[in-house]
């Protein structure tokens, strides 16, 4: 049973394409993010949700655009699509508790290639 | 600003060589988290230990080690008798205390590839 599962975990497409990355996590967290790893490995935050409210929100372009359904499920459109999107987007979830709340569970990522 | 820098960017060691990867972090709050993940070829981050800055005891996990000192800023990995299976980029990370979303803000490192041979 995959704690966070992400789909497509590869995804090849033409530049100005509109794509969908989908995560969902059955471990009951209260949080979920989105990070991308770009070519060179560096990982960065890009969103994060608190039951379903976006907390941050760091400087990514306005063609990306998450959604969370409900607390179990964050997933990320992108719009557009740019040579520079390519990287390894992955989306994680960490428990609702100050103990706990930064321990993150990351899923198996999602290679993005733009052709 | 947080910070974390590892200077070493790509390691090669023989098999059963002890090795130690460096991380130096930068950060104004008193209270934060340190991290290692390792990512092997396969790609996915597998979460290896989280430090509160309050804790400055050293831990050990088999073959696993870390070194924290606040003096330094300083959160450092030893791998003793490494193993090719140990072959992996692995990452340093911060995060501020607190919950609600935001202390998921992990602040990475560049990562340091370990290449391990037989």
């Known amino acids: 049973d995959t704690a966070v599962s992400q789909t497509p975990k590869y995804l090849v497409t033409q530049m100005g394409n509109d794509k969908s990355i989908k995560c969902e996590q059955n471990l009951g967290h209260d949080t979920m993010y989105w990070y991308k790893q770009d070519s060179k490995k560096f990982l960065k935050i890009m969103f994060s949700?608190?039951?379903?409210?976006?907390?941050i929100n760091e400087t990514v372009p306005n063609r990306f655009s998450p959604k969370s359904p409900d607390k179990a499920h964050l997933n990320l459109h992108i719009n557009s699509l740019e040579l520079g999107d390519s990287a390894v987007y992955f989306c994680a979830s960490s428990p609702g508790t100050p103990s706990g709340a930064n321990v993150l569970t990351f899923g198996a990522g999602s290679r993005l290639t733009v052709l | 600003a947080q910070k974390v820098t590892q200077a070493q960017t790509e390691i090669s060691v023989v098999e059963k060589e002890d090795v130690t990867l460096d991380c130096v972090y930068e950060?104004?709050?008193?209270?934060?988290?340190l991290f290692w993940y390792k990512q092997p070829p396969s790609g996915e981050l597998v979460f290896l230990i989280r430090r509160n800055s309050f804790d400055e005891q050293n831990e050990i996990s088999g073959r696993y080690s870390w070194n924290f000192q606040k003096s330094t800023s300083s959160f450092n990995f030893t791998i003793t008798a490494s193993q090719v299976v140990d072959s992996a980029v692995y990452f340093c990370?911060?995060?501020?205390?607190?919950?609600?979303?935001?202390?998921?803000?992990?602040?990475f490192g560049k990562g340091t590839k370990l290449s391990v041979k037989p």
């Open positions: 950060t104004r709050d008193t209270t934060y988290y």
């Open positions: 990370a911060l995060s501020e205390a607190g919950y609600g979303g935001s202390q998921g803000n992990l602040i």
């Open positions: 949700y608190n039951n379903k409210e976006l907390i």
